[in-house]
């Protein structure tokens, strides 16, 4: 079947230290990748994504590398501030079938200044 | 921007009562997602919605029904609420089709069944 399996938190770093969050998935066919991210009182909402190997997706300073041989998709972030203290959710499209999207428990982050 | 409305921020109810969460988007999505929210869990999806009318059992439908009588409004019906379905419970939607697998969620609706 398609899961995302995703570090448990939460991860508490300070200010401006490096951050890396590790998501492994399995699923059908090739699968593309996303990275949600859930701000305290809030919805989630897509912070970026990868539809194919090897592909780099980036937003607000984060990045995460499709890694079709190691089946991973880990989300890093060279600087963290303290407004991206959140939940970040690991999710997967299978690449067959309905496009319903597969997520991971979610993984807190908690920055301090 | 599109945007996704859930009618309550918070809710409380009591078991065995009949509880609608309602969920309106404002971008003539035909896709509508429900979710539930748990610590550990993350997010389970409990029906979704392919179009107007249209309705599919996700990995944890009992439970629950839904309605989806125009395209806008999607809503979860728990016909008789239980303290395990005491949960955050979040709704999306998105237009199908390649390149556009992004969901645009609501703020959610935090229910307790006592």
């Known amino acids: 079947g398609n899961s995302v399996t995703q570090m448990e938190g939460p991860v508490t770093l300070s200010e401006e230290a490096f951050l890396t969050i590790n998501c492994t998935y399995t699923?059908?066919?090739?699968?593309?990748l996303f990275w949600y991210v859930q701000y305290p009182g809030e919805g989630l909402q897509l912070l970026l994504k990868a539809t194919k190997a090897d592909d780099k997706g980036s937003n607000k300073g984060f990045e995460a590398t499709y890694r079709k041989e190691t089946t991973s998709f880990h989300l890093e972030k060279g600087s963290v501030q303290v407004s991206d203290s959140a939940v970040y959710f690991c999710?997967?499209?299978?690449?067959?079938?309905?496009?319903?999207?597969?997520f991971g428990t979610g993984t807190r982050l908690l920055v301090s200044p | 921007d599109v945007k996704v409305t859930q009618s309550s921020r918070y809710l409380v109810k009591r078991t065995g009562e009949k509880v609608f969460l309602e969920c309106v988007q404002d971008?003539?999505?035909?896709?509508m997602f429900w979710y539930r929210q748990d610590p550990g869990l993350g997010l389970r999806l409990i029906y979704f919605?392919?179009?107007?009318?249209?309705?599919e059992k996700g990995d944890i439908p009992e439970g629950y029904s839904v309605s989806r009588e125009k395209k806008e409004r999607f809503s979860l019906i728990l016909e008789s609420a239980s303290t395990n379905q005491t949960s955050m419970y979040l709704c999306a939607s998105r237009r199908p089709g390649q390149g556009n697998e992004k969901l645009f969620f609501g703020s959610g609706t935090q229910l307790s069944v006592l």
């Open positions: 971008m003539d999505h035909e896709n």
């Open positions: 699923a059908t066919g090739y699968p593309s």
């Open positions: 999710a997967l499209i299978p690449g067959t079938g309905f496009q319903k999207l597969v």
């Open positions: 919605s392919y179009d107007v009318k249209m309705k």
